[in-house]
């Protein structure tokens, strides 16, 4: 019975070692497509009611909470691809959103925002282009 411990321990320990010297990917720094946006004034025009707002892009995080601008919100990344990415948050006492923003172009990004603020249900489903300097 002790020589089967043993055997299982060093085996384990064995398999451990070989993990630890595999070669791991690298992997991609999350919302990598968000950093891939020209950064600048981004105009998004709703499809609902052809309204426009203008937003300052930095990080292209900008565009996760469309609705909920205040910081602090607590955000968990739903998909991550290099042309799509969608993002659920919470802000407390405000409500939770969940967005998805597909890249077209440097450019050019397709968003698409549901939630709830202040109570109340939202849904944006609209167009973000880069228009100037902020």
Known sequence: MIGI????????????AALALTPVAAQAPELAMLDRLERGQWELRLRSDGSRSRICVRSGRELIQIRHRQPGCERFVVQDDPNE???????????????TIRREGAGLVQVRSRGIEGG???????????????
Do not use: D, I, K, M
């Not at 411990?5 to 451990?16: K, N």
């Not at 990415?85 to 967005?99: D, E, H, L």
């Not at 109340?120 to 902020?134: K, M």
């Open 85 to 99: 990415v969608t993002v659920q948050y919470t802000c407390r006492g405000n409500g939770y959103g969940r967005t």
């Open 120 to 134: 109340r249900p939202f849904s944006v489903e609209g167009e973000a282009r880069r228009v100037g300097s902020c």
């Open 5 to 16: 411990r043993l055997g299982l321990g060093f085996a384990s320990a064995a398999l451990a």
